[in-house]
Nanobody, 121 residues
Framework: QVQLVESGGGLVQAGGSLRLSCAASGTILSINDMGWYRQAPGKQRESVAV???????NYADSVKGRFTISRDNAKNTVYLQMNSLKPEDTGVYYC??????WGRGKYDTYWGQGTQVTVSS
């Protein structure tokens, strides 16, 4: 079994900061990409940031220069540092990991349960 558990969401004023964490646990052999999506009310889920196993990063244009994704491979954890938050950043943030678990012959994508981020103006 594999589980991704998120933490760090909440309510913050515009211009503030939040740090999201997502820890993967279970019978994990290796992890490729880890990242974050978000879904605003009435909108489709969109990719926010991704960090492959080599540590390179990629961001949505809307968050470049404000958000930073990082990972701790020893802890199977991915982070999202969000600075200069705007009301349009409001939504449910989901982490994911493309990982190879014991007993499977391939990589599968696993998702966290989602954490609410609300930015007030």
């Amino acid at each position: 079994q594999v589980q991704l558990v998120e933490s760090g969401g909440g309510l913050v004023q515009a211009g503030g900061s939040l740090r999201l964490s997502c820890a993967a646990s279970g019978t994990i052999l290796s992890i490729n990409d880890m990242g974050w999506y978000r879904q605003a009310p009435g909108k489709q889920r969109e990719s926010v940031a991704v960090i492959p196993s080599d540590g390179t990063t990629n961001y949505a244009d809307s968050v470049k220069g404000r958000f930073t994704i990082s990972r701790d491979n020893a802890k199977n954890t991915v982070y999202l540092q969000m600075n200069s938050l705007k009301p349009e950043d409001t939504g449910v943030y989901y982490c994911y990991a493309d990982l190879h678990r014991w007993g499977r012959g391939k990589y599968d994508t696993y998702w966290g349960q989602g954490t609410q981020v609300t930015v007030s103006s």
